[in-house]
Protein backbone atom coordinates (compact mmCIF):
# COMPACT_ATOMS: atom_id res chain seq x y z
CA UNK A 1 0.00 0.00 0.00
CA UNK A 2 0.23 3.68 -0.16
CA UNK A 3 2.96 4.71 2.78
CA UNK A 4 2.10 8.46 3.95
CA UNK A 5 3.58 11.17 5.91
CA UNK A 6 1.00 12.40 8.44
CA UNK A 7 0.41 15.88 7.02
CA UNK A 8 -1.54 19.05 8.40
CA UNK A 9 -5.38 18.49 7.67
CA UNK A 10 -6.48 20.61 5.28
CA UNK A 11 -10.12 21.11 5.52
CA UNK A 12 -12.57 23.96 3.95
CA UNK A 13 -12.70 26.40 6.84
CA UNK A 14 -10.09 28.06 5.14
CA UNK A 15 -11.26 27.98 1.77
CA UNK A 16 -13.97 28.67 -0.31
CA UNK A 17 -15.95 26.52 -3.41
CA UNK A 18 -15.03 23.04 -4.10
CA UNK A 19 -14.56 21.82 -7.92
CA UNK A 20 -13.70 18.68 -9.45
CA UNK A 21 -9.69 17.98 -9.73
CA UNK A 22 -8.19 14.60 -11.07
CA UNK A 23 -5.46 13.29 -8.97
CA UNK A 24 -3.17 10.91 -10.59
CA UNK A 25 -0.83 8.65 -8.89
CA UNK A 26 2.72 7.79 -9.52
CA UNK A 27 4.47 4.34 -10.59
CA UNK A 28 3.10 1.57 -8.19
CA UNK A 29 4.32 -2.05 -8.75
CA UNK A 30 1.35 -3.38 -6.89
CA UNK A 31 -1.23 -1.47 -9.92
CA UNK A 32 1.27 -2.60 -12.46
CA UNK A 33 0.99 -6.46 -11.13
CA UNK A 34 -3.43 -6.20 -10.57
CA UNK A 35 -3.85 -4.63 -13.98
CA UNK A 36 -1.83 -7.17 -16.16
CA UNK A 37 -3.95 -9.74 -14.27
CA UNK A 38 -7.56 -8.64 -15.85
CA UNK A 39 -9.48 -11.61 -15.45
CA UNK A 40 -13.03 -11.33 -13.59
CA UNK A 41 -11.66 -11.60 -9.96
CA UNK A 42 -8.42 -9.82 -11.34
CA UNK A 43 -10.19 -6.90 -12.00
CA UNK A 44 -12.51 -6.65 -9.06
CA UNK A 45 -9.18 -7.36 -6.61
CA UNK A 46 -7.42 -4.14 -8.68
CA UNK A 47 -10.55 -2.07 -8.09
CA UNK A 48 -10.47 -2.69 -4.64
CA UNK A 49 -6.74 -2.05 -3.80
CA UNK A 50 -7.29 1.45 -5.75
CA UNK A 51 -10.05 2.54 -4.18
CA UNK A 52 -8.69 1.82 -0.87
CA UNK A 53 -5.55 3.40 -1.82
CA UNK A 54 -7.23 6.51 -2.70
CA UNK A 55 -9.71 6.99 0.27
CA UNK A 56 -6.17 6.38 2.47
CA UNK A 57 -4.32 8.84 0.42
CA UNK A 58 -7.02 11.49 1.05
CA UNK A 59 -8.15 10.50 4.72
CA UNK A 60 -4.28 11.01 5.84
CA UNK A 61 -4.09 14.30 3.90
CA UNK A 62 -7.18 15.93 3.96
CA UNK A 63 -9.56 16.50 6.96
CA UNK A 64 -12.06 14.54 7.39
CA UNK A 65 -15.56 15.65 5.07
CA UNK A 66 -13.97 18.47 3.75
CA UNK A 67 -13.83 16.71 0.74
CA UNK A 68 -16.09 14.01 -1.71
CA UNK A 69 -14.26 11.10 -3.98
CA UNK A 70 -16.84 10.81 -7.31
CA UNK A 71 -14.67 7.92 -8.54
CA UNK A 72 -11.72 5.49 -8.58
CA UNK A 73 -9.89 5.19 -12.13
CA UNK A 74 -9.40 1.58 -13.06
CA UNK A 75 -7.34 2.24 -16.72
CA UNK A 76 -5.03 4.78 -15.12
CA UNK A 77 -4.10 5.01 -11.20
CA UNK A 78 -6.52 8.27 -10.43
CA UNK A 79 -9.23 9.34 -8.71
CA UNK A 80 -12.09 12.35 -9.16
CA UNK A 81 -12.42 14.48 -6.07
CA UNK A 82 -14.22 17.29 -5.22
CA UNK A 83 -11.64 20.03 -3.53
CA UNK A 84 -11.04 23.28 -2.68
CA UNK A 85 -8.06 25.07 -4.48
CA UNK A 86 -5.98 24.98 -1.44
CA UNK A 87 -6.62 21.40 -0.71
CA UNK A 88 -5.82 20.48 -4.67
CA UNK A 89 -2.24 22.18 -3.74
CA UNK A 90 -1.89 20.05 -0.45
CA UNK A 91 -2.47 17.23 -2.79
CA UNK A 92 -0.03 17.89 -5.32
CA UNK A 93 2.94 17.71 -2.66
CA UNK A 94 1.76 14.35 -0.86
CA UNK A 95 3.61 11.33 -1.31
CA UNK A 96 2.85 9.20 -4.28
CA UNK A 97 0.80 11.87 -6.54
CA UNK A 98 2.36 12.80 -9.58
CA UNK A 99 -0.54 15.16 -11.44
CA UNK A 100 -3.37 16.97 -9.81
CA UNK A 101 -5.36 18.93 -12.05
CA UNK A 102 -9.14 21.00 -12.26
CA UNK A 103 -11.62 19.61 -14.01
CA UNK A 104 -11.97 21.34 -17.42
CA UNK A 105 -15.44 21.87 -19.10
CA UNK A 106 -16.18 21.67 -22.55
CA UNK A 107 -18.90 23.94 -23.68
Not at 5 to 17: E, I, L, T, W, Y
Not at 38 to 57: C, F, I, N, P, V
Not at 80 to 88: D, G, H, L
Amino acid sequence: MCILKKRKAVGMRNSRKTELYFVFMNYDPVYERLQAERTKEGAYELDLYLSRKHDELLANTLEYGSYKKTLSLAIVDGFAVEITEEQANVLRSANGVRVVEKNQEVA
